[in-house]
């Protein structure tokens, strides 16, 4: 990834909505060199994808939660795999320390976060959960935006 690459990428990273001529303009280069760059970056993978970020507001999110998880070893690929796919769980993280995984889950209500707690209660290799309610969200920003 050359600095040209970069630029495109810090300049994506703070509006993914730019056109590729503003792009060019903003890096002094054409329009073509902006738009064969940008496609070559999702091609090889470095851009993943462009997304709109929903504020939970706006999408009734009224709880965050973080869930700790002791699963059977033999299991715990399996279970994140799994787990992972559910619309509420946000972040799958296999962690070192107490527990094995730690989940980051948005829910709608108090009813969302009960069903999920007590169907990973239900889930025969979990061994034990811990659930911390979120109170107040400093910062959340799980985009990277640290591109040299």
């Given amino acids: ?11 994506l990273l703070e509006d993914g909505r730019l056109k590729y001529r503003d792009v ?18 999702f ?3 470095t851009i993943e994808r462009v997304a709109a970020i929903i504020s939970d507001r706006t999408a009734g999110i009224e ?5 700790s998880i002791n699963i059977e070893k033999e299991n715990l690929l399996e ?10 769980i946000c972040a799958v993280y296999d962690i070192t320390g107490e527990y094995d995984a730690i ?20 889930i025969k290799s979990v061994r034990k959960t811990n659930t911390s309610i979120v109170l107040n969200t400093i910062k959340e920003d799980f985009i990277f935006k640290g591109v040299e």
């Fill in 1 to 11: 990834m050359d600095k040209l690459d970069k630029g495109i990428l810090s300049l």
């Fill in 24 to 41: 060019a303009k903003r890096l002094n280069i054409s329009t073509s060199v902006a738009f064969y760059r940008v496609k070559r970056l």
């Fill in 43 to 45: 091609e090889q993978g």
């Fill in 63 to 67: 709880i965050t939660a973080i869930i």
């Fill in 79 to 88: 279970f994140e795999k799994s787990i992972a796919n559910n619309r509420n």
């Fill in 103 to 122: 989940l980051i889950g948005k829910f709608r209500n108090k009813g969302e976060l009960d069903y999920l707690i007590k169907e990973l209660r239900g």
